[in-house]
């Protein structure tokens, strides 16, 4: 209850002080259609006005969550019948369109963490990659990602590349850097004490990094893992918004934006908030059950 209360404090504040901003951001709309119509708006009205727009400027936290609801339980439910009826999904399901951008983010998270690994264990053992591979990733986040996504896309559809692997490099290219900075941090913690102790057991290379270095190095690659899978995420969902994609939530924030259906950006929005919190909670549990065994948590 300690770690839960002040999470509940926090939230509650926050929808507050999003039901009090709905008002001022909603009012322009509704006093507008109260003068064509002649009519005056007294305030309960102007309230209730505002917190029930069909495409409201700032939508309110319960009509986020009625879309939301609609969008992954009653659509999901609908779906399953009309694929027992006609074989096919339906591609309103807010499921539907989390697992598309989900499978991306997964493949572009386990590339990137595998790229990312191999970077910071050549970086720690050879001075030349150190002094010419470090510089060039630190420079290769400076590029937006909104500028390098369509021409990835562009190129590996030129050479017939589509569908699931361009989003995925694109995760690729955002996971790939907290996990190298975070490995290269780790495998570099042990101090010289410990690692001239290593020596005078006679260690090998290979021994002082399996015993030493990589044990060292866990609790960093976990806290930059936890930031690369929602780096991966983040990647996914805007390698989805140049190609005009049919599916996944980057498809989802396209077609609200099209049609100004503000709801449902911001339904597709905490879905990504959603999925990426479940995403770093599953690495928790991973990272607390790989400390404990190795002795390293209570």
Not at 8 to 28: E, H, I, R, S
Not at 152 to 175: D, E, F, M, R, W
Not at 186 to 206: I, V
Request: avoid cysteine; glycine fraction near 8%; hydrophobic fraction near 55%.
């Amino acid at each position: 209850m300690r770690n839960i209360f002040p999470v509940l404090a926090v939230t509650m504040a926050l929808v507050a002080l999003w039901y009090v901003a709905v008002v001022p951001m909603n009012a322009q709309w509704a006093q507008d259609q109260a003068r064509r119509a002649g009519a005056e708006l007294t305030l309960p009205a102007l309230i209730a006005d505002t917190m029930s727009q069909q495409r409201p400027r700032l939508p309110a936290p319960h009509q986020v969550a009625a879309e939301l609801w609609n969008s992954t339980v009653v659509e999901e439910m609908t779906g399953r019948r009309g694929f027992m009826n006609t074989g096919s999904l339906s591609n309103r399901s807010l499921v539907y369109h989390g697992w598309v951008t989900l499978s991306a983010t997964l493949l572009g998270f386990a590339i990137g963490s595998a790229l990312g690994i191999a970077l910071a264990v050549g970086i720690v053992h050879n001075r030349a990659m150190d002094a010419s591979v470090m510089p060039w990733a630190i420079a290769s986040q400076t590029i937006p990602i909104l500028a390098i996504a369509p021409m990835i896309i562009v190129v590996l559809n030129a050479i017939g590349v589509t569908g699931l692997v361009p989003k995925a490099i694109i995760s690729t290219y955002l996971s790939f850097f907290p996990v190298v900075v975070g490995m290269v941090k780790g495998l570099r913690a042990p101090d010289h004490m410990q690692l001239d102790l290593m020596k005078t057991y006679s260690a090998s290379g290979g021994q002082v990094f399996a015993k030493l270095r990589w044990p060292s190095a866990m609790p960093y690659l976990f806290a930059s893992l936890k930031v690369g899978i929602a780096a991966a995420l983040v990647g996914a969902i805007v390698a989805e918004l140049p190609t005009g994609a049919v599916a996944g939530l980057g498809a989802r924030l396209l077609s609200g934006s099209y049609y100004g259906q503000t709801v449902q950006i911001w339904s597709a929005l905490f879905a990504a908030a959603i999925l990426a919190a479940g995403m770093v909670a599953v690495i928790g549990v991973i990272q607390r059950a790989t400390l404990r065994r190795m002795g390293m948590a209570a």
